[in-house]
């Protein structure tokens, strides 16, 4: 159980690094998407779905209103965070399918009684993973799934989820994917396999612009 607990930590360790969000325009090579992975789009409807579903989550866990707003200010990178999780989610999958790695429905059932034991209920194991995490409760499975998935891939590899060659084989895929973000939201860099800032030149330029005419 220790190495499925620092699989959900160094997974969600890299989304929550996740940096803040650029005000640049939409990626005009695909309009309404909020990212490309393997030439399918991540739609920002699709996004806007996801994050909904845990703002309503959110709202009925919390029904004070200064918890709520200390809680939605506690997750304002929430957007950021769920697009990376969503393409890293994807990544992975890709990973895995290389190294003929695949996750039945009944190790995600096992996992998952496994934490509600640990958490003490189901409740409970759902409020954490909102929490923490920012998963929505019917997103539980399919986010098992994924920690799932990455531990039998670092198994597979010889290694673990906090090693290079674990890393190396997320970053081979993101390759394959061809991993491609909307400006907005930053890019994907294969390398780190995460997102990060984009780089946005003309902000610097305004900015020097602007302190030159107060000089």
Same mark, same amino acid.
């Given at each position: ?6 699989? $959900? ?52 866990? $919390? ?23 969503? $393409? ?114 003309? $902000? ?12």
């Amino acid at each position: 159980m220790h190495r499925r607990r620092r699989t $959900v930590l160094v997974l969600s360790a890299v989304i929550a690094a996740a940096a803040p969000l650029l005000t640049a325009c939409g990626n005009d090579a695909h309009p309404g998407a909020a990212a490309v992975v393997g030439g399918q789009r991540i739609t920002v409807a699709q996004l806007e779905n996801r994050v909904d579903e845990v703002r309503e989550a959110q709202r009925a866990a $919390v029904t004070d209103e200064a918890q709520y707003a200390q809680f939605i200010a506690q997750t304002g990178t929430l957007t950021r965070d769920t697009l990376h999780g969503m $393409v890293l989610d994807q990544v992975l999958n890709r990973a895995a399918e290389d190294a003929g790695v695949a996750v039945t429905r009944k190790e995600v059932q096992a996992f998952r009684s496994e934490l509600e034991q640990q958490a003490g209920g189901a409740e409970a194991l759902e409020t954490a993973w909102l929490q923490q995490y920012g998963v929505a409760p019917e997103r539980l499975d399919a986010t098992f799934r994924v920690q799932i998935e990455a531990q039998k891939l670092a198994t597979k590899l010889g290694t673990d989820t906090t090693q290079p060659a674990f890393w190396a084989a997320l970053s081979d895929a993101s390759k394959e994917l061809d991993v491609d973000l909307n400006p907005r939201y930053g890019a994907w860099d294969v390398e780190k396999v995460g997102r990060v800032d984009a780089e946005t030149p003309w $902000v610097r330029e305004i900015t020097a612009a602007a302190q030159q005419q107060t000089a």
